[in-house]
């Protein structure tokens, strides 16, 4: 099993350009999460999804959208990318009321 | 709306001394997580605390959880280097509305 996967691994934007974070997993958890993690910040819920067809705002949702068309993918959009966006972003996910495993994370940088 | 608050953010100790990172959280939770991440690299699950009471033990680390209090400890019992990593507990609101959300973290530097 993979797990989680994030691909890209690193990636420098351009501000206003867009781009899209995806995240794969093959363990069949109907929950998968969107983080970010600031420089010696904790991580923030950006938008979560309890399973397919099923998407929620977290706690800083805005710039950013979500799709889940299926159980084991749940890509993370940016439109119009701001300097703000700078961040690692890890996605996760969980059987519900389970811990959540993390993918190794994507480095963006927005210059 | 769910704050998960640890403390302290950062801790600097000697190998062999022990110490206590403290939890606490502002809704009514069942669950909560701890995880490590070492520099550069992702989350690693800890623990789970499932119930009011719960303990758990791996080598020497320990978590506890109280969930009339809403705090949860993670006590470090004789420290080694290679505990140096960031500790961060998470609080299920799966009573609310299913979020998982993080604290901000404890950066701790074991000295040798």
Known sequence: NAGVTQTPKFRILKIGQSMTLQCAQDMNHN????????????????????????????????????????????????????????????????????????????????? | ELKVEQNPLFLSMQEGKNYTIYCNYSTTSDRLYWYRQDPGKSLESLFVLLSNGAVKQEGRLMASLDTKARLSTLHITAAVHDLSATYFCAVDASNRDDKIIFGKGTRLHILP
Not at chain 1, 59 to 79: A, H, I, K, M, W
Not at chain 1, 88 to 102: D, G, K, P
């Open chain 1, 31 to 111: 929950y998968m999460y969107w983080y970010r993690q600031d420089p010696g910040m904790g991580l923030k819920l950006i938008y979560y999804s309890v399973g397919a067809g099923i998407t929620d705002k977290g706690e800083v949702p805005n710039g950013y959208n979500v799709s889940r068309s299926t159980t084991e993918d749940f890509p993370l959009r940016l439109e119009l990318a701001a300097p703000s966006q700078t961040s690692v972003y890890f996605c996760a996910s969980s059987y519900r009321l389970t811990e959540a495993f993390f993918g190794q994370g994507t480095r963006l940088t927005v210059v």
